[in-house]
């Protein structure tokens, strides 16, 4: 009851939402977390949720934290997963392709451009190195990388670990 105080008087401090990512069981049903958290925040069944993130971030504009803008990225659901989990979308944070674009797009492309990203999401694009810091902040992801050749065979290969730190020049990749 005491922690559950705390965190009732620094939310009300402060302009936030807590949201309870859950994943219900027969053993623990959602209505139990419910009960235990729907006072302090809001409670997220996650187990086949492909728009929790989605949902936060309607919450988070409808309480006036967050602007329009605040989850703009790909049109691919933003979420973390495991390599344990049932498949899940992945975010898409490259992708090439025979668009029509020129041949130097990524070569002729500035340092400043591979960090804010650049391209067109539905073609060829680079999420940016700034989107992929502030993503993986603060938990953990994987990488998944996908490559088809031209004769439509696909290699795979899979990180259990990604994250991009630091800003401006001092970016850094971790896997």
């Known amino acids: 009851p005491l922690l559950k105080e705390e965190i009732l008087i620094q939310k009300s401090l402060s302009k936030s939402e807590i949201f309870f990512m859950v994943l219900p069981s027969s053993d623990t049903p959602l209505a139990t977390f419910q009960g235990i958290f729907a006072d302090i925040g809001h409670v997220i069944d ?28 790909p049109t691919e659901i933003i979420r973390p997963r495991t390599l344990q989990s049932e498949p899940s979308p992945w975010i898409t944070i490259l992708r090439r392709g025979q668009y029509g674009n020129p041949a130097a797009m990524f070569s002729d492309a500035t340092f400043s451009e591979y960090v804010a990203g650049f391209g067109d999401e539905n073609e060829e694009f680079w999420f940016g190195l700034q989107k992929l810091a502030k993503m993986t902040n603060s938990s953990a992801w994987e990488l998944q990388v996908e490559l088809v050749d031209f004769e439509e065979n696909t290699y795979l290969a899979e990180y259990s670990s990604f994250k991009v730190e630091g800003s401006g020049e001092n970016l850094q990749t971790h896997s």
């Not at 993130?53 to 989850?71: L, T």
């Open 46 to 73: 996650i187990t086949n949720n492909i728009d929790a993130v989605k949902d936060i971030a309607d919450i988070m504009k409808a309480s006036g934290i967050c602007n329009e803008d605040c989850a703009q990225g």
